[in-house]
Nanobody
Framework: QVQLVESGGGLVQPGGSLRLSCVAS????????MGWFRQAPGKDRELVAS????????AIASSVKGRFTISRENAKNTVSLQLNSLKPEDTAAYYC???????????????WGQGTQVTVSS
């Protein structure tokens, strides 16, 4: 059974930073590309960052490029997202999921974790 557990969100002022983590289980993590998605109220869920199974290749959405960094630690089945220079428009619930490839847009699994809320506000 696939389990995805996200953590690290919170309330932060514009310009601040957060580090999100996702611990995955129930599938072969080291063989899977991984991605971070976000969903703001009233909007569709969007992919913001992805990383290949080895951690050597990453893809970052243009809206967050230069501010967000994705990384992974296969020994701990963990994928992380470093969020810097946060803006109010980054406010959303953030989720992780596996991806078929680092360039894919759709997640591998239908099920999602509970997500972690990021709120950027002064």
């Amino acid at each position: 059974q696939v389990q995805l557990v996200e953590s690290g969100g919170g309330l932060v002022q514009p310009g601040g930073s957060l580090r999100l983590s996702c611990v995955a289980s129930g599938f072969t993590f080291s063989s899977s590309a991984m991605g971070w998605f976000r969903q703001a109220p009233g909007k569709d869920r969007e992919l913001v960052a992805s990383i290949d199974r080895g951690g050597g290749t990453a893809a970052i959405a243009s809206s967050v490029k230069g501010r967000f960094t994705i990384s992974r630690e296969n020994a701990k089945n963990t994928v992380s997202l470093q969020l810097n220079s946060l803006k109010p428009e980054d406010t959303a619930a953030y989720y992780c999921n596996a991806l078929p490839t680092v360039w894919a847009q759709a997640p591998s699994f239908r099920s999602w974790g509970q997500g972690t809320q990021v709120t950027v506000s002064s």
